[in-house]
Each structure stands twice: as C-alpha cells, then as structure tokens.
C-alpha cells in the first residue's frame, strides 16, 4: 500500500510563493504518474498538475505560469512549487498517483495553503 504524506504548506500573502512536497512510500514510485489536486473551502477537489514518470507535465488554466511540478524519483518524493500566490489558490493541497488525470489509490491527509489578500 503506497502512502503519501504531504508537506510544505502555510500562510502567504498575496504574491508570495510555497513549495509543497508529497513524500510516497513504495518502490514503484518511479514508474507511476503523479498529480497534485486541491480543495478549497466549499468547493470539490480539481486537479492542479500532473506529472508523467518521465517529467513531462499538464497544469491547470487557472495555475499556469504560475506553478511548477516536479519530480526526484531517488527521493519518491514529487514538488510543487507555487508563485505569485492568489487569495483563491487557498485550499487544502494533496497528491496522489494517477492515470491521466484521474487519481487512483489511497488520499494523504494533504497540507493547508492560505493565500491573504
């Protein structure tokens, strides 16, 4: 059972920037695909990035420029790092493996992101 524990979030004003890292458990880890979702307040969990075993990733219109998605497949551990920071990137982040976009196995108890205006 492949875990995922996430880390890396906080307080930010507006404009400023976080990095998010998803640590996963598992040998597998470098051969799967990997997204990024979050869950704002009152809202449903909506992709933010995916990224392919071999580096190639998609992003979200709402994030593009703006976020970056990455990988270090000898640490299994995958990176988002976040810039110029809007009130609505504020969410609850996770990751997890997936299939496209679709996510597949086992959610992290993700990791808090506010953005202050």
């Known amino acids: 059972q492949v875990q995922l524990v996430e880390s890396g979030g906080g307080l930010v004003q507006a404009g400023g920037s976080l990095r998010l890292s998803c640590a996963a458990s598992g040998s597998a880890f470098s051969i799967t695909s990997m997204g990024w979702y979050r869950q704002g307040p009152g809202k449903q969990r909506e992709l933010v990035a995916t990224i392919t075993r071999d580096g190639s990733a998609n992003y979200a219109d709402s994030v593009k420029g703006r976020f970056t998605i990455s990988r270090d497949n000898a640490k299994t551990t995958v990176y988002l790092q976040m810039n110029s920071l809007r009130p609505e990137d504020t969410a609850v982040y996770y990751c997890?493996?997936?299939?496209?976009?679709?996510?597949?196995?086992?959610w992290g108890q993700g990791t808090q992101v506010t953005v202050s205006s």
């Open positions: 997890n493996r997936v299939v496209g976009p679709i996510p597949y196995g086992r």
